[in-house]
């Protein structure tokens, strides 16, 4: 079961990382920032696109504890989670309500996921 829920975490990164590369203002329409020029492009597709790519592998190293590197990687990669689903609660403090979709959908996958990961840990 531990390791199932890191390839699900990888997956999902990884997902995100190829979809930003492909499609980088696609990936941050739904938070209405708007991604039309090469600088907005190359941020969304390294923040989003390099990242995941590279919590990707570093998830799929972990699942097969490559170098021993499984509770560290796992770890790691849950209180990024859990940090962004913070960042999430404090910016909903700081301005208006929003829709649930697409930041409460995103806090809720990064919270849970996270919580899944400290567990798999």
Do not use: C, H, N
Request: charged letters at 10%.
């Amino acid at each position: 079961m531990q390791t199932t829920i890191i390839v699900i975490a990888a997956v999902f990164f990884l997902g995100m990382g190829v979809y930003a590369l492909i499609a980088p203002a696609a990936l941050a329409k739904p938070f209405r920032i708007v991604v039309d020029a090469p600088e907005s492009r190359s941020e969304v597709r390294a923040v989003y696109g390099g990242f995941g790519l590279a919590i990707a592998a570093v998830l799929a190293a972990a699942a097969i504890d490559a170098g021993g590197i499984r509770t560290g990687a796992v770890i790691t990669v849950a209180a990024a989670l859990a940090g962004m689903a913070l960042g999430r609660l404090l910016s909903r403090l700081a301005d208006k309500a929003t829709a649930f979709y697409p930041i409460w959908f995103y806090f809720w996958v990064e919270a849970i996921t996270a919580a899944l990961l400290f567990v798999s840990s």
